[in-house]
């Protein structure tokens, strides 16, 4: 009987603290969708039962089919060089985005709502979302990356019934890659009292530090009247490390300098995160309260010393990032991204760029705790469109709030170091332009000064002659490795970002003979060599940029495209059906490496030692013909054999850009058998090797996981590889059985 009355007694006991809470957010998870489109499913008495089931996030375009009709154009790339229009097919995936999706659910409210105020949050909706609550529109927002929320107290009642419906647009020409469709980020529901903290109204930064003490101040945007606040900062830990009450009040803001001694600072290698926690009070009752994640670190960019973290110089290793996550498409999932950031922080990478739009919540999460230095991306287009139907259709009304809501939403993420206002926009010719770039510039300094602003910049020569790049925070260079010289000299900054980076293309396993250095190579399996030598008529080989950044201290750094194979623009293949998705990655759609992920991840991981062999030795035929071999390794030479038998060593060295970063054997005749690697030091002492081995015929499949364990939530991910080995265990790379 004791149990039974402790028992009841703290299920009251929770009861009471889950009614006292001043804030309340649910995530709405569960819809009914459709691609029929009827304004009439915005009423709430509509008969939905018809619809498909789905959890959010959601894509409706990610299941196919696959049809090169769906976004076939023809079109002119004028960012890819080309002279003339062609038929392009797969640009976009050539999956089914285009079109119109409805989506509805429910939800209940507490009985007592006049002191109420309920927000429901989007952090993407693709696209042209038109908002609609018990029947009446709450409001619209065309671009489909952007993070937006809406005052819908007026629209609900109390108890159950409440009906929201999204009516969501994909228009056929409107982007350049896959974007996906629908609900594919989180939608939430905010119930707190009317006196509360405003949305979004948190903004911590850190303008002091030293070992000894960081100032950690906090703005606070409030709502209502006679307010107070009582702020704890807890570390890692979960200890309290400070406190602090405030009940000075500058309009709407209210403002908070608080010590912290002996500060940990946030880094890509030691990701320390602190939390801020948040009470507001009014008149003495608590009102509402927010938890706030935050970092200690310190930025500064100058000519002198290029990027600093924490005082100490920095260059950004950095990939570029599609939305998509490959065959999961646009729909955003936590265990997916913690996957793709694994793998990067094996390569060494140690920065993202989202390219090129509003990262999700999860990423930014993710970058803070596993230690991403982060290039938040905005818009792919201004006023002047690449596509039809791009944004250049919503920029003139949405803009500034686009890039507001951006920051506002984001700006606490002590990943952040750089906004980027723009990539590749056709606005960088003409005086206009620059005026937009000034305009953009000016909203992301009123929104947070404490982070300077790029552009992904192609037109060189353009904006050199214009000013456009002169105006800019920092100068961000795609391409046009021939032009960072006359750039440095030009730009008034004293630096220079490769903000985009290499385009080298290649296929995971796919080796093509004769070996050469070649821009814009096909072949009739629509596939391209992974020796890393091919790339576009507009880009390069890694090696050119690994020049820049190791010999040139005013590079800053680099984001390479891409980290990962992404679905749409299947460069050099985007008028050859059916290729449909990116040859650019490190690492294929799969999220599995190719063979440039090994000489990235040669010069970039300093904490562990790479030696890699490319390629496969699995010939059949070629017997006694050349088969060049490369190998990619952090040492500083290594010796080759055959079988046993000594090709020689070969030692990086400066003859040429290629010698200096890859060791090279040109001239190897083929015959199976065991190929090895056997990698010195710089005192010329053994200290490392590697071997590939021709395989027999395919014997069994190895079924390889990431993870043993998965959380029963119904979002949990565990991805499994599944190697053809012979029958000593040998992988089988010319393997292609169907697997069921």
Known sequence: MRNRIFLLVMVLAIASLT???????????????????????????????????????????????????????TVRIVQNNEEQASEKTGRTGALPFTGTGWYRTTFSLPGELSSKQVLITFDGAMSNARVFVNGKEAGSRPYGYSYFWFDISNLVKPGDGNVVAVRLENLPFSSRWYPGAGLYRKVNLIVKDQTSFAHWGHFITTPFVSDETARVNIRSRVQGENLSIRTLIRDAGGNIVAENQCTTRYGDDMIQDIAIKNPRRWSPEIPVLYTAELSLYANGELCDSETVRFGI????????????LNGQPTKFKGVCLHHDLGPLGAAVNRAALRRQLTILKDLGCNAIRSSHNMPSMEQLELCDEMGFLFLAESFDEWKLPKVENGYNLYFDDWAEKDVENLVRATRNHPCIVMWSAGNEVPDQWGSAGVKRAHWLQEIFHREDPTRPVTVGMDQVKAVMESGFGA??????????????????????????????????????????????????????????????????????????????????????????????????????????????????????????????????????????????????????????????????????????????????????????????????????????????????????????????????????????????????????????????????????????????
Request: hydrophobic share 30%.
């Open 471 to 740: 105006l800019l925070d920092v100068p961000g260079l795609n391409y046009r490795t021939q032009l960072y010289e006359e750039a440095y000299d030009k730009f008034p900054q004293g630096f220079v970002l490769g903000s985009e980076t290499a385009s080298t293309v290649s296929s995971r396993g796919v080796y093509k003979f004769p070996v050469v250095k070649a821009a814009g190579v096909t072949y009739p399996d629509r596939q391209c060599s992974s020796y890393d030598l091919e790339y576009c008529n507009w880009s390069n080989i890694p090696e050119e940029d690994f020049v820049l950044q190791d010999d040139k201290p005013w590079v800053i750094g680099e984001f390479v495209w891409t980290g990962f194979d992404y679905l749409g623009e299947p460069t050099p293949y985007d008028n050859y059906w059916p290729s449909r998705s990116s040859y650019f990655g490190i690492c294929d759609l799969a999220g599995l490496p190719k063979d440039r992920y090994y000489l990235y991840r040669s010069r970039w991981n300093q904490s562990e030692s790479t030696l890699h062999i490319l390629p496969h030795w699995n010939w059949s035929g070629p017997e006694g013909e050349v088969t060049p071999v490369f190998v990619y390794t952090s040492y500083p030479a290594a010796e080759l054999f055959v079988n046993g038998k000594s090709q020689g060593m070969q030692r990086k060295h400066n003859g040429s850009v290629l010698n200096r970063y890859r060791l090279m054997w040109n001239e190897v005749t083929y015959e199976p058998g065991t190929l090895k690697v056997v990698a010195y030091d710089e005192a010329g002492k053994p200290v490392a090797e590697a071997a590939v081995h021709t395989a027999g015929k395919p014997y069994r499949i190895v079924l390889e996981v990431d993870r043993k364990t998965l959380i029963a939530d119904g979002e949990d991910l565990c991805y499994v590889t599944a190697p053809i080995v012979d029958k000593e265990g040998n992988p089988c790379p010319l393997a292609d059985n169907t697997l069921t």
């Open 19 to 73: 009614s006292a809470q001043p804030r309340v957010v649910t995530g709405l998870t569960s819809w009914k969708f459709t691609r029929n489109d009827d304004l009439s499913a915005s009423v709430p008495g509509f008969d939905d039962s018809s619809w498909q089931s789905v959890s959010v996030p959601h894509d409706w375009a990610i299941y196919g089919p696959f049809d090169k009709e769906i976004d076939k154009q």
């Open 297 to 308: 670190r310190e930025i500064r960019y100058s000519a002198e010393k290029g990027f600093e």
